[in-house]
């Protein structure tokens, strides 16, 4: 379903044509540069001498545009569009700008958001084309102008089965169109101009009888008349697979199996990455199932694919290589992030990988030999395998790089990646999980002591040389760095936090230039570009994710810039709340999009608390203001407009800043070690009974926890 804009009185308007999207076609076409609101020249001269001057902005574009140069395969498309939530295929999201620089990033103001209205979890990177921005939410794919975030079109997505979580990585785009998954297991086309469904297909399958319960979270990306993209998650009882479509039917090419055998495994949870030159795809793969047990037979054999890269021809769908980066994964370790390809000055091919083992793993093309492993957050008992005693592990379930893997800027040479502090109890074991999908092998619970008080999670964002693996340099955020990062022509570094935080880096340095604050998580999209001669920086903002966080807030679209006039446009969609699917009701619907991530179906918990002994939740007008101000590490979901979320590297005491880690797991500095024997508990004494029920094990068995707010208040 289509819906035309909404002015701000709320009075319906038609969609209107992408102008920017026509004017790229035109050049594609060959039209005349200036498009037809130019007088056209009659004589043979005046063609001559206008088909020169178009040739020679295509071949030399004027530094600062950031026009006009097509992406490698793209042809008609401009330098700075972003085609795939990591901009290009190369996933490196470098932006060739230099308008904002580190010396005048600090006049950086709003200039418009558009708030998407929707109560759901937001974790979506973003397209720009032309001047045409796109953002997937779980129902909705919404098109709006670069520069003013005035509203093109919005396309709601059906629900035709029941949905499988509410995560949606994000869009791609090519020729035209824009491809999207849905979280009932469908892939669909829509006209990137108007937003009218091209087609739709159904190639997954949603049997929880059977516990095949496949989706599409990852974001799919586009290349030469087809449409790649792998089914998830990888924590059922289904055959992890990648699968490539004809962008203009929808009809399936090919499929490759990433698991060979039962129990199964690795789906897909991000995005991709390919080489037009080679027609290489490179696909990251995600978890085995179950879990957290190995002990399978044949688990050896049939789990060679996950947690690797995996390259295929994007033509056949035939293997050509894989790296495995988690042999035997039993912490649920997924490679989680696209692959990023890069060129070293001496020629040599690389591909950077960066998942929730904490490492950046950097592999030789060539001879898919490992080049350097670099740790990136803090690293113990990671490779250590479980036992049936529980046992502290860093990164945890939630730690490491989650969505978005490392960003390259190719005239340093060096690496950015992101990452997540956050730390995890786990134990061994058939007897836990959920029977209906044949449990996991084991159980996790998240460092909810130091979450209570606020000293986890945080993030590290780090600069590593990309040619030996040497860390440059390393900041410690105070929340979650989940955004994807994006390095500049003129040296800047942007990123993001879960306490909304806009961050600018000194790229070179690590100098902290900027902290903006959003009011609202930054979770997976942020991105730069250039609109008539104006750089802007755009971030997608609000969002609970499965991390805990002291602020959420509204699903919105940010776009800053230099001109900004301190008194920002705002542009609000419609309402809409997740519409139910078939049997479901109105208020499951709404579990699944907000709480599910969490708190698992039907509110068992899982590695966050259940909800079993919340009842009194359930009367919305206890619900209303426990959700306004819930006790950590309950994520605020929205918060008033005067508060502040606190500024970028809050310095801590030098014993508590991460040091380098060897290989191997490693000790913690004395303060954080100390901290740690203090707060061995992994969750409070309240959610003790919780978790031994849903685990069907008597408290007693449970480690000794530390005292924690009633998250019920």
């Not at 449990?439 to 979450?451: E, H, L, N, Q, R």
């Not at 929340?479 to 070179?508: E, M, R, W, Y």
């Not at 009701?585 to 698992?600: K, M, P």
């Amino acid at each position: 379903m289509v819906l035309g804009s909404t002015n701000r009185r709320g009075i319906s308007v038609e969609p209107r044509h992408n102008q920017g999207l026509a004017r790229n076609l035109r050049l594609a076409k060959g039209g005349a540069l200036m498009g037809s609101g130019c007088v056209g020249f009659h004589t043979r001269i005046g063609r001559l001498i206008l088909t020169c001057f178009a040739g020679f902005l295509l071949l030399y574009p004027v530094d600062g545009w950031g026009d006009e140069a097509p992406i490698d395969g793209a042809a008609g498309l401009r330098s700075d569009d972003w085609i795939t939530i990591n901009k290009d295929y190369s996933s490196q999201r470098y932006v060739d700008l230099d308008q904002i620089t580190p010396k005048n990033v600090g006049k950086l103001k709003e200039i418009c958001e558009i708030g998407l209205n929707e109560p759901t979890v937001f974790s979506t990177g973003l397209l720009k084309v032309g001047r045409t921005l796109y953002v997937d939410t779980a129902h909705l794919t919404v098109a709006f102008d670069a520069a003013t975030c005035d509203l093109h079109w919005r396309f709601v997505v059906p629900v035709r089965q029941r949905p499988i979580g509410a995560n949606n990585r994000g869009p791609a785009y090519l020729a035209g169109k824009i491809f999207r998954g849905t979280n009932d297991g469908h892939l669909i086309a829509l006209d990137a101009n108007t937003g009218r469904l091209l087609w739709d297909v159904h190639p997954t399958v949603q049997d929880p009888d059977n516990g095949k319960l496949e989706t599409f979270i990852s974001a799919p990306i586009a290349w030469q008349g087809k449409v790649f993209i792998g089914i998830g998650p990888s924590d059922y009882h289904l055959t992890g697979r990648l699968m490539a479509f004809d962008a203009n039917t929808g009809n399936k090419l090919w499929s490759f199996d990433t698991t060979l055998g039962a129990p199964a495994g690795g789906g897909f949870w991000t995005t991709y990455s390919l080489d037009p030159k080679t027609g290489e795809m490179l696909a990251p793969v995600a978890n085995p199932f179950p879990d957290f047990n190995r002990d399978e037979p044949g688990d050896r054999d049939f789990t060679k694919y996950t947690d690797s890269v995996i390259s295929v021809d994007a033509n056949t769908g035939r293997l050509n290589w894989s790296y495995q980066v988690v042999p035997e994964d039993d912490h649920d370790y997924d490679l989680g992030t696209a692959p990023t390809l890069y060129r070293t000055s001496s020629g040599r091919d690389l591909v950077a990988l960066a998942g929730k083992n904490g490492r950046v793993d950097v592999i030789d093309r060539a001879t898919q030999s490992l080049v350097f492993d670099t740790p990136a957050t803090t690293l113990e008992n990671d490779q250590e395998p479980l036992t049936s005693t529980w046992t502290h592990v860093c990164p945890g379930v939630n730690g490491g790089a989650q969505f978005n893997g490392a960003a390259y800027h190719p005239g340093t040479g060096l690496l950015y990646v992101g990452e997540v502090d956050f730390c995890s109890w786990y134990i061994k074991g058939k007897q836990f999980g959920d029977p209906i999908i044949g449990g996991i092998g084991g159980a996790t619970v998240k460092d909810w002591s130091s979450a209570a008080k606020l000293q986890a999670p945080r993030g590290w964002i780090t600069a590593i040389d990309g040619k030996s693996g040497r860390v440059l340099w390393q900041r410690q955020a105070e929340s979650q760095v989940q955004a994807g990062l994006v390095p500049t022509k003129s040296g800047l570094l942007f990123a993001g936090d879960t306490h909304g935080n806009l961050l600018a880096f000194d790229a070179k340095s690590g100098s902290s230039l900027r902290s903006i604050d959003t009011k609202g998580a930054l979770n997976s999209g942020l991105i730069s570009y250039s609109v008539a001669g104006q750089q802007y920086v755009a971030a997608a903002v609000g969002g609970a994710t499965e991390n805990p966080s002291p602020v959420a807030g509204p699903l919105r679209v940010i776009v800053y810039g230099l001109h900004g006039s301190g008194k920002p446009k705002v542009v609000t969609l419609p309402r809409l709340e997740p519409p139910p699917a078939p049997g479901q009701t109105a208020g499951e619907a709404l579990f699944v999009a907000n709480c599910v991530t969490c708190h698992e179906f039907g509110g068992g918990g899982g590695s966050s608390p259940p909800l079993a002994r919340q009842s009194q939740l359930a009367d919305p007008e206890l619900l209303k203001p426990f959700l306004a101000n819930p006790a950590p590490p309950m994520p605020r979901l929205y918060r008033s407009a005067g508060r502040r979320g606190g500024g970028v590297n809050r310095r801590l005491p030098e014993d508590r800043r991460l040091p380098l880690r060897s290989r191997r797991a490693s000790e913690l500095p004395a303060a954080a070690a100390a901290d740690n024997r203090r707060d061995t508990g992994m969750a409070s004494r309240l959610f003790r009974a919780d978790l031994a029920a849903m685990h069907q094990l008597p408290p007693g068995e449970l480690p000794r926890a530390a005292p924690l707010p009633d998250i019920g208040g």
